[in-house]
């Protein structure tokens, strides 16, 4: 994580099992050893009353440690945009009172928060822990196009190509940093491409 | 005797210019011969006759020409109009508030009668007149916030207030100091400034929210903040800077006077009296250094200014390239006399 950060810029913590009967965990790739660690504080049954949906990622470990937690039910999806309308689905019907656990990538706790929001949820009462990548999903505020996985400071951007500084600025709604044309003044000036969020 | 509006543009041919008369009216934001951020809020009451402030809304003869370029920037660019769902209440409020200031300051060009619901507006400068509901969205052509402020000059966010917090939740935003409503809409207060420099570990904010979250009906408060913009460009969003930035480049010591502008913004602070939410006005004034130095005062206290800016909040805005070339030509025009206290020129 950046040494040096700012205000909007999200703060992650560890997951901790929280009371209440109903859990929903959100979890991609690492995400899941967040979710094992934290079993080993939980009180008996707390994995009865469980639902977890995990993306794999390109590796596909972790499924068989999530089964072993015998939750009510997991959801195991190729990727976050394929779980996306069942997340809504669940969200939508949820009583008050779920509890809601995201970990793993950026870009994961993101996208599950804001569904989240949308769904009336306040972002202080959801537990989220990082774990994995760095990588950033970030919103050109030129074209307004989002650019996933963004692992280079500066970035291009994937939809209108100009090369963009990628800031600490976060939106929760968008669930993306914010990236600005980094050369706007002379665009002849290309600052080197470093490996910024691995 | 009504205001002469200018014809003039903000982009392209930027032919904007201020009259002599509001050359001198220009809110200059320097009352002493150092800047450093403050939390510098007072009570908008009105002000001397013939300055910014004698009327709390202020509308002046660039009205027309800067409602004609927010209408251009909305045309390209929807999304500097967005108000989240249960905004609606605090935009009938606002139009309520832009409406009876604007008549009351210049009754020779707005008209506004009401009976009970059935309101009528009437805007001579715009050639708008319309018979709505009040409340009721379906009646006008636009929802209320877009409606008023596509008539209203300056930049306008709606905040709500909720947990202790004021929350970006609607914003007509076309004349921003390089921030973004698209992405900012639904911050908190702390978030939206997040960028800011210095600020933060001044405390300033955490001050500032505490004034804000208390403000009274009735009673707004102000502030002045202040950047440069190279041309009088109004739309200077970072959703343009691509297009404007360049201009930074361009500065010269022949065209200076002409080029480099000083961006002045009032910042008012309106408690709203249905929804309790926060109506924050960022009015923008431009004034070219060709102007701004017919004040001999100006011309030396900004030189100073400019000269001893700190680094972090000449780069945040935006100086960098061209503060040497400024800071030269304005040196011209200082022969270090003292200056005297307050704003306003001598």
């Not at chain 1, 537990?127 to 999903?137: I, K, N």
């Not at chain 2, 997040?194 to 009274?216: C, D, M, S, Y």
């Not at chain 2, 010269?252 to 502008?261: D, I, L, R, S, Y």
Request: aromatic share 10%.
């Amino acid at each position: 994580m950046a040494a040096k950060t700012i205000i909007s810029r999200p703060v992650y913590g560890t997951l901790s099992p929280q009371p209440g009967k109903h859990h929903l965990f959100i979890a991609d790739a690492e995400g899941a050893l967040a979710i094992t660690d934290m079993a080993g504080k939980a009180p008996a049954g707390f994995f009865d009353g469980a639902e977890i949906v995990f993306v794999p990622g390109r590796e596909g470990k972790h499924v068989a440690a999530l089964e072993a937690l015998q939750p009510v039910q997991l959801h195991v999806a190729p990727s976050f945009a394929s779980l996306l309308p069942r997340l809504k689905q669940t969200l939508t019907n949820a009583h008050m009172g779920l509890r809601l656990y995201l970990a793993g990538t950026e870009g994961l706790i993101g996208q599950a928060m804001q569904a989240a929001l949308e769904a009336g949820i306040d972002h202080t009462s959801m537990q989220t822990e990082h774990r994995g990548s760095l990588a950033r999903r970030m919103q050109c505020v030129h074209c307004k196009g989002i650019t996933e996985n963004v692992t280079t400071q500066p970035a291009l951007c994937a939809h209108c190509g100009l090369l963009l500084l990628v800031r600490d600025h976060y939106s929760r709604r968008l669930a993306a940093f914010q990236g600005v044309c980094i050369n706007a003044e002379d665009r002849s000036e290309i600052p080197p491409m470093e490996e910024a969020f691995p | 005797m009504g205001i002469t509006f200018r014809k003039e543009t903000f982009r392209d041919d930027y032919t904007f210019r201020n009259s002599p008369e509001h050359v001198r009216r220009f809110p200059f934001p320097f009352n002493e011969d150092a800047y450093m951020y403050a939390v510098n809020i007072e009570p908008h009451v009105v002000g001397p006759k013939g300055s910014v402030l004698e009327n709390l809304i202020d509308v002046d003869e660039h009205y027309v020409a800067e409602m004609q370029d927010r209408a251009l920037v909305l045309a390209e660019d929807p999304l500097r109009c967005q108000s989240l769902p249960h905004m609606t209440l605090a935009g009938w409020d606002l139009l309520e508030l832009l409406m009876e200031q604007q008549a009351l300051g210049y009754p020779e060009h707005f008209t506004l009668s009401r009976d009970g619901d059935r309101w009528r507006w009437i805007n001579r400068p715009l050639g708008i007149d319309d018979t709505f509901t009040f409340g009721d969205t379906s009646t006008l052509p636009y929802g209320p916030m877009e409606y008023i402020t596509r008539q209203s000059q300056g930049d306008f966010c709606i905040l709500d207030q909720r947990d202790g917090n004021l929350w970006m939740d609607a914003g007509m935003v076309t004349t921003q100091a390089d921030w973004s409503l698209d992405f900012d809409i639904g911050m908190n207060f702390f978030e939206w400034h997040a960028p800011v420099p210095l600020a933060h570990e001044k405390g300033i904010f955490t001050r500032a929210l505490k004034f804000l979250t208390n403000i009274q009906q009735g009673k707004p408060a102000r502030r002045l903040n202040w950047t440069m913009t190279i041309n009088p460009r109004l739309d200077t969003s970072p959703e343009n800077y691509h297009k404007w930035g360049p201009d930074r480049a361009t500065v010269t010591p022949e065209n200076v006077g002409q080029k480099v502008h000083l961006r002045v913004e009032l910042q008012s602070f309106w408690r709203l009296p249905r929804s309790n939410g926060i109506v924050f006005p960022i009015r923008c004034y431009l004034i070219k250094m060709d102007e701004l130095v017919t004040q001999p005062k100006w011309a030396r206290r900004l030189h100073r200014v400019i000269r001893d800016l700190p680094e972090e909040l000449a780069t945040y805005k935006g100086l960098t390239r061209y503060r040497p070339t400024l800071v030269e030509w304005l040196s011209k025009l200082d022969d270090g006399s003292p200056t005297s206290p307050g704003f306003g020129p001598d």
